[in-house]
């Protein structure tokens, strides 16, 4: 349809279409750019709203989490609380007959104690830090305030963790636990066993629990619970609850129930939520898969608390949330409506915060921005369509005077010239139009020239792009090329023809070369020829010339050639034709009576192949180059001549072969006469020969027989006999020496043996045949050990004697007898007499069991049992007065010992008369000559004092490793972490990695107005002396900056130092103490954007403008003594821009061994991987630093504390 309309219409539509289209996607573009930036508006409000509430509500959780934490430790508690687990679950309260009612001391003197405790240690901390300061009712509004960790301190939690051990009424109990819920405002406090039977409560009312799933889920650990409602009282309450593990090794159910009107009233709070916003706070059930609602969402009036299955909840915010994901984007709410929503997971009770608002709410306001685009648009359409028409009018006009030249153009009629009649593009056509036609009048003037046969005719394309004229060039090339070829053919099947007839008139090599390369050489213009021809008569075939010519006269030339050898062998051994242009300066060379020795220009070798073999070669000489045809010709003789070159060798050959035939059978005949003679002769000779060999075959057969007979009398032998030459090489060795060493009697006979003895056995040996040499009439009898074939040595009795005198021996003979299983025997019975004294003499009971009876006993069972050895020795172990205890181990052993074949240890009690034993028994098997189990061998070493020692030193560790990690709790609470200082900072991370429980390195962190103090400290030593040193670090850096109200990093270290040396007396001459503290101290003005820093040991690494600085420490250490060059530190301030990071750590982190090498990390390495990593945020920082680290550190043992800290404006 629209190659149909006309140009002008094509114009005007393709305008209107344009503008249509530019009008419709900027309405569009401008919709949805103002719809996403309300969009965008709204996301960052919800996601600031959801930030706000999700942090609020886990400092809300933490609280309580650290009262469940500090409850389960609780000495009251673990030690107090009586359980007596039921076997199913009662209905009704028992509060007494559970319970102890000895009189313990009070616990609420111990948290009356501790508060007062608390209140003067945090007494020099300001408000934010003061714990005893925070009011602990729990409630919604003080959850910015409250700390994290250990929030019961400040009723005295510690002090009464810490308490000497004691027993606990249940009156105290009750006691501890009511002051507990008034201090926190708890709605109550229960304590039940496992099956869910209260033990004690604040509120005497209380049933017993019967949820399954909340008895179970607290069991695992911390739990909260879903929403319950309190009808009596008219609140929404949630459980709080853990494990307490007591005792007396069993484990008590602690439950708080937590009243959730604050946390009601944050979510309800409506603002920056508009009509239709608000928050909604959910819990999945990982059994069940049903996600709870845990409060009223805002636009349902129903009171009761929503559930969905989670396949079937379409609310994919609510979901991702629950399954602890953060995000924010569009979402379909419960209700089915497409809304606007940020989500968050509160990780510390594994709940699901979702804040959203209506999409309706939202875009309400641009819907009818759209309408006025889209209006004013259609006013842009229809002015633009007229204008596009007039001016499609204008431009069409030319148009069609070109159209009518075409469309003469087209029908083959050239007109004379068209006329340019506007000087734009149209213009331009008309002359490229006139132009074209010019160009097709000379083309066609060109191509009738061209078929009158006149190839000569002169022409030029118009450009190297004229597709026509060159295509007539070509034609023409290719007519005159054709032309040319024909002749050439001609001429060589001319040639094929009269070569023909002379092969067929000449059966002679010669002749038919001579008559050949004369031919060829005036055929192709050259000035000399050669035939070469293969000698097949020789050992290596070679082509040997057989005529030549030159200047047509017959040169009597010779030449020979082996295949490769020179040009005419290289042609042969390639099979292939050569054509020379370039000719060696040793090559032939012409001589004729004007020219003189003259050197060729072209040399043509052409092999004669026929049947893949080669039978001779040409090779042609001239002063001109031999074109293609000529080549193509002498190839195409090439294989004729291969042919007629093997037909005249293979008569030649049946000529001679007949002549050698005819000869030879001359001379056979006379040859016959004379073996005829001979014949005759050698049957006389033959009969006298066979009479004299049947008597003596008659005598080789006994001595035959009575040779096998000493062969099987020597294979059989126990002994291997062996015969020695004077110079003690063996002559002759006993077939029995196969079945003994291994060796057959060649590898043995006619060598030296003296290798294969023993190195310890080489003189005894050489001593034998000196004896037998000095004193012929003695006998020698010598032991050793003889290496076998298979490289085991054995040992070897031999008795020699002197038989030199004796000329048919004439040699010295060595009995040899395999003497090993004896020796074993005599001294398996050494070692048994050895083992019978040890034993007897031994500290250890040794028994040896042979089929459940014992063959042996020592006489120390005699101290265990009071009875003699003799009263056990051969009686069955059941059978003896052994305890049955005993009896029973025993015998257990000796099956295991049966089952696995192998050595067996194990401890047992030994009931006895020194009372209750352990013993360590070592049960050995034994075997006899099969490698079938003989006896059990039963080694019991008392152990019974060892036992007791380990069993002290467990519980004295037990001891030390509570105290420690409960130093560790106290540090952590001290100590700032990530979520700490990401408040103030955040984009930063502290690396912190103790090398044991506690640490000697700690983070140190302070704001005083807009200044933020941070430091990372590196105390002497580690574990619990390091820990000791940094709280005295520790609380001088809050003295100094807190009260003193010093500013100046190198004045606060400079007061550092001085506590230091103070507080450890390292001022005084008779100190002891080298302790002190390496320290890099920064003070960060974010709103400035300014660092100061000043350090001890420790440098600061600079990230500014992409650019490393590193600024190092003083060179000498807070406290440790006095040095002689010591001075003042020195403050150091740099001034930063945004994106600009700085790091500093403790030596711990580049003092770490590992990598390929087992090297340290190194501070060169430390300061590349900082450079790599400051572009990038500082939570990936950390996770990179993190990696790369323990990467390098491997499996590798720590080497000291680590911390670094990473800071990015």
């Known amino acids: 349809m629209l190659n149909r309309l006309t140009i002008s219409k094509k114009i005007t539509a393709l305008v209107t279409t344009v503008v249509i289209f530019t009008v419709i996607a900027i309405s569009l573009l401008s919709y949805k750019l103002a719809k996403n930036t309300i969009r965008n508006g709204y996301i960052e409000n919800l996601t600031v709203i959801a930030d706000s509430k999700s942090d609020k509500l886990e400092t809300y959780f933490n609280h309580h989490i650290s009262n469940l934490k500090l409850l389960q430790n609780s000495q009251t508690l673990q030690e107090g609380v009586k359980v007596v687990e039921a076997s199913s679950m009662g209905m009704g309260m028992d509060m007494g007959g559970a319970f102890d009612f000895s009189s313990p001391s009070s616990t609420s003197d111990e948290t009356d104690d501790f508060t007062d405790e608390s209140a003067e240690e945090f007494s020099e901390q300001p408000s934010e830090d003061d714990f005893s300061s925070l009011p602990m009712a729990g409630g919604f509004d003080d959850m910015d305030s409250m700390p994290t960790e250990a929030p019961l301190e400040d009723m005295g939690m510690v002090s009464e963790m810490s308490a000497p051990a004691s027993n606990f009424s249940d009156e105290d109990i009750n006691t501890f636990i009511s002051n507990v819920k008034?201090?926190?405002?708890?709605?109550?406090?229960?304590?039940?066993?496992?099956?869910?039977?209260?033990?004690?409560?604040?509120?005497?009312?209380?049933?017993?629990?019967?949820?399954?799933?909340?008895?179970?889920?607290?069991?695992?650990?911390?739990?909260?619970?879903?929403?319950?409602?309190?009808?009596d009282l008219g609140i929404d309450y949630v459980y709080a609850s853990a494990p307490v593990t007591l005792t007396s090794g069993n484990r008590a159910l602690l439950f708080l129930k937590v009243n959730m009107a604050s946390v009601y009233s944050e979510l309800n709070d409506s603002t920056g939520l508009g009509k239709t916003g608000e928050v909604i706070l959910a819990r999945i059930d990982t059994v069940s898969k049903i996600i709870n609602f845990l409060n009223h969402p805002r636009n349902v009036s129903d009171s009761s608390f929503k559930t969905h299955k989670e396949g079937e909840l379409k609310f994919i915010a609510l979901k991702n949330a629950t399954r602890g994901q953060n995000g924010a984007g569009y979402s379909m709410d419960y209700r089915g409506k497409e809304t606007v929503a940020a989500w968050r997971f509160i990780p510390n009770v594994k709940w699901g915060l979702v804040a959203k608002i209506d999409n309706e709410e939202i875009f309400q306001e641009i819907d009818s921005f759209l309408y006025t685009l889209l209006g004013s648009g259609l006013v842009i359409v229809v002015i633009s369509t007229l204008i596009s028409l007039l001016f499609s009018n204008f431009l069409t006009r030319p148009l069609d005077a070109l159209k009518k030249t075409l469309e003469l153009v087209g029908n083959g009629i050239l007109p004379e010239k068209v006329e340019k009649k506007s000087n734009d593009e149209?213009?331009?056509?008309?002359?490229s139009l006139n132009y074209l036609v010019q160009t097709l009048k000379r083309t066609a003037h060109f191509a009738q020239q061209i078929g009158e046969g006149n190839f000569d005719a002169n022409f030029k394309p118009i450009s190297e792009e004229d597709d026509l004229g060159i295509s007539l060039v070509n034609m023409r090339d290719n007519l005159i090329e054709a032309e040319k070829r024909d002749k050439q053919r001609n001429w060589i099947v001319t040639g094929v023809a009269e070569i023909g007839e002379i092969l067929r008139a000449h059966d002679n090599l010669e002749t038919l070369g001579d008559e050949t390369i004369k031919y060829i050489i005036n055929k192709i213009g050259a000035v000399q020829g050669a035939f070469y021809v293969i000698n097949d008569d020789e050992e290596i075939p070679a082509l040997e010339m057989a005529s030549s010519f030159a200047y047509n006269r017959k040169k009597h030339l010779k030449g020979k050639f082996?295949?490769?050898?020179?040009?005419?062998?290289?042609?042969?051994a390639e099979k292939d034709t050569i054509l020379r242009t370039e000719i060696p300066a040793d090559y032939v060379t012409i001589t004729s009576g004007i020219l003189g020795d003259k050197r060729p220009t072209c040399i043509l070798i052409v092999p004669l192949i026929t049947d893949e073999k080669v039978y001779g070669v040409l090779e042609f000489a001239g002063f001109g180059k031999f074109d293609q045809g000529k080549v193509r010709f002498v190839e195409e003789l090439s294989l004729i001549l291969a042919r007629t070159v093997f037909n005249i060798k293979v008569n030649e050959r049946?000529?001679?072969?007949?002549?050698?035939?005819?000869?030879?059978?001359?001379?056979?005949q006379e040859k016959q006469e004379i073996l005829r003679q001979n014949a005759e002769e050698m049957q006389a000779t033959q009969e006298e020969l066979q009479n004299s060999n049947n008597k003596l075959e008659e005598q080789i057969e006994e001595v035959n027989r009575t040779q096998k007979r000493m062969q099987l009398l020597l294979e059989n032998a126990s002994e291997v006999i062996t015969i020695y030459e004077e110079d003690e090489t063996i002559r002759y060795i006993s077939p029995s020496v196969e079945p003994i060493l291994g060796f057959s009697q060649k590898e043995m006979m006619g060598i030296s043996d003296i290798n294969k003895v023993h190195p310890d056995g080489v003189e005894a040996f050489k001593n034998m045949f000196k004896v037998l040499k000095e004193n012929p009439e003695e006998q020698v009898t010598i032991q050793y050990e003889y290496k076998t074939k298979e490289g085991n040595y054995i040992w070897l009795e031999s008795t020699g004697t002197n038989f030199m005198s004796?000329?048919?021996?004439?040699?010295?003979?060595?009995?040899?007898?395999?003497?090993?299983?004896?020796?074993?025997?005599?001294?398996?019975?050494?070692?048994?007499?050895?083992?019978?004294?040890?034993?007897?003499?031994?500290?250890?009971?040794?028994?040896?069991?042979?089929?459940?009876?014992?063959?042996?006993?020592?006489?120390?069972?005699?101290?265990?049992?009071?009875?003699?050895?003799?009263?056990?020795?051969?009686?069955?172990?059941?059978e003896t007065d052994l305890h049955q205890q005993v009896l029973e181990s025993w015998l257990k052993i000796v099956?295991?010992?049966?089952?696995?074949?192998?050595?067996?240890?194990?401890?047992?009690?030994?009931?006895?008369?020194?009372?209750?034993?352990?013993?360590?028994?070592?049960?050995?098997?034994?075997?006899?000559?099969?490698?079938?189990?003989?006896?059990?061998?039963?080694?019991?070493?008392?152990?019974?004092?060892?036992?007791?020692i380990e069993l002290e030193i467990q519980n004295k560790n037990k001891k030390i490793a509570d105290s420690i990690n409960y130093a560790k709790r106290i540090q952590n609470a001290i100590l700032p972490n990530n979520v700490v200082i990401n408040k103030v900072l955040p984009d930063s991370f502290i690396l912190y990695k103790p090398k044991d429980v506690v640490s000697g390195d700690f983070p140190w962190y302070v704001q005083v107005g807009e200044d933020i103090y941070m430091a990372a400290v590196d105390c002497t030593g580690h574990g619990v002396p390091g820990a000791l040193l940094s709280l005295i670090g520790y609380f001088l850096l809050n003295d100094i900056v807190r009260s003193r109200k010093i500013s100046d990093p190198g004045l606060i270290l400079d007061q550092l130092d001085e506590g230091v040396t103070t507080t450890l007396r390292q001022d005084q001459d008779d100190s002891k103490t080298k302790d002190g503290m390496d320290i890099a101290l920064c003070k960060i003005n974010v709103k400035k954007q300014t660092v100061e820093y000043s350090g001890a040991h420790r440098p600061l690494y600079v990230i500014k403008d992409g650019e490393m600085q590193e600024i190092k420490g003083n060179k000498f250490a807070i406290g440790g003594g006095i040095y002689k060059n010591q001075t003042n530190f020195t403050n150091h301030k740099i001034s930063l821009s945004k994106g600009d990071s700085f790091f500093f750590c403790s030596?711990?982190?580049?003092?770490?061994?590992?990598?390929?090498?087992?090297?340290?990390?190194?501070?060169?390495?430390?300061?590349?991987?900082i450079s790599e990593i400051h572009d990038k945020p500082m939570q990936e920082a950390y996770k990179i630093i993190d990696k790369e680290w323990e990467d390098w550190k491997s499996d590798e043992k720590q080497t000291d504390d680590v911390l670094l800290i990473g800071i990015k404006f």
Do not use: C
């Open 895 to 948: 099956e295991e010992v049966n089952t696995s074949n192998s050595k067996i240890t194990t401890e047992m009690d030994f009931p006895s008369e020194m009372g209750d034993r352990v013993m360590q028994v070592n049960a050995i098997p034994e075997y006899d000559e099969s490698e079938v189990l003989e006896s059990v061998l039963v080694v019991s070493h008392d152990i019974t004092d060892r036992k007791i």
């Open 426 to 431: 149209l213009g331009t056509m008309a002359l």
């Open 654 to 668: 049946t000529r001679k072969l007949l002549q050698e035939s005819q000869t030879m059978s001359a001379e056979l």
């Open 182 to 231: 008034s201090i926190n405002n708890y709605e109550d406090i229960y304590i039940a066993n496992s099956s869910g039977k209260v033990l004690y409560s604040t509120d005497q009312s209380k049933s017993n629990i019967s949820d399954p799933s909340l008895l179970t889920e607290t069991l695992s650990g911390i739990n909260f619970s879903n929403i319950h409602k309190d009808t």
């Open 1147 to 1169: 030596d711990g982190f580049p003092d770490q061994f590992g990598g390929p090498d087992n090297r340290k990390f190194g501070p060169k390495r430390t300061r590349e991987l």
């Open 806 to 878: 004796n000329p048919a021996i004439h040699g010295l003979i060595v009995n040899s007898t395999d003497i090993t299983e004896r020796r074993r025997a005599e001294q398996e019975q050494r070692m048994r007499s050895k083992m019978q004294a040890l034993s007897e003499n031994s500290v250890d009971l040794i028994a040896r069991l042979e089929s459940d009876s014992i063959s042996y006993i020592n006489p120390v069972i005699e101290d265990y049992t009071g009875r003699k050895p003799v009263d056990y020795l051969n009686h069955k172990v059941s």
């Open 562 to 572: 082996r295949f490769a050898e020179g040009l005419i062998g290289q042609a042969a």
